[in-house]
């Protein structure tokens, strides 16, 4: 069936340097790929996403691109923040009703 | 202001005593789902509702029961709770179609003991 592989966590980071969690897939056909964020002690909010292939979905300066060929949904951004620390969540959907997420990658950055 | 709310927020009960976990949306989405969220094993959907009195199974429907009779509402029901099903759980809701971004509540702490 459908799932999400992601980077196992605690990531903990200083201010201002460069962010990668990492994140894979095994689905059936064309997937839609998402990355959620949950601040702590609140619900998850879509950071990015990215409907087909090559796609590239961005947000607050977070990037992910679609690799089918990896099937790969890497999180990335240049310069991280201590409002960053959070937990960021993986996810994919074949049909729009049912959903996968990954475990969840914690961050801490650090000043 | 468009939310999802849940409540209660945190739930202490005991093993066999019946509970509901309300949800409900304003923002007239179609799409509502249950997840629950423990450590190591990230989200998992319990439940899902693509309209009014339309239900189906997630991955981990066992010991839970929805439904579906207003569009705004989608309690969460446990007839006979166990602690394996302490947990935290969430309800989100979305417009269908398009894989469309899904709005989550605060979510409910539950613990059965």
């Known amino acids: 069936g459908d799932s999400v592989t992601q980077m196992e966590g605690p990531v903990t980071l200083s201010e201002e340097a460069f962010l990668t969690i990492n994140c894979t897939y095994t689905?059936?056909?064309?997937?839609?790929l998402f990355w959620y964020v949950q601040y702590p002690g609140e619900g998850l909010q879509l950071l990015l996403k990215?409907?087909?292939?090559?796609d590239k979905g961005s947000n607050k300066g977070f990037e992910a691109t679609y690799r089918k060929e990896t099937t790969s949904f890497h999180l990335e951004k240049g310069s991280v923040q201590v409002s960053d620390s959070a937990v960021y969540f993986c996810?994919?959907?074949?049909?729009?009703?049912?959903?996968?997420f990954g475990t969840g990658t914690s961050l801490t950055v650090i000043p | 202001e468009a939310q999802v709310t849940q409540n209660p927020r945190y739930l202490i009960t005991v093993t066999g005593k019946k509970l509901t976990v309300t949800c409900s949306q304003n923002?007239?989405?179609?799409?509502m789902s249950w997840y629950r969220q423990d450590p190591g094993l990230g989200l998992r959907q319990i439940y899902y509702?693509?309209?009014?009195?339309?239900?189906d199974k997630g991955d981990v429907p066992e010991g839970y029961k929805v439904s579906r009779k207003e569009k705004r509402n989608f309690p969460l029901i446990l007839e006979s709770p166990s602690p394996n099903q302490t947990s935290l759980y969430f309800c989100?809701?979305?417009?269908?179609?398009?894989?469309?971004?899904?709005?989550f509540g605060p979510g409910t702490r539950l613990t059965v003991l």
């Open positions: 989100a809701s979305t417009l269908a179609g398009n894989y469309n971004e899904q709005f």
């Open positions: 923002m007239n989405h179609e799409y």
């Open positions: 509702s693509m309209n009014v009195e339309v239900t």
């Open positions: 996810a994919l959907t074949n049909t729009g009703n049912q959903f996968y």
């Open positions: 990215a409907t087909k292939a090559d």
């Open positions: 689905a059936t056909g064309y997937p839609s």
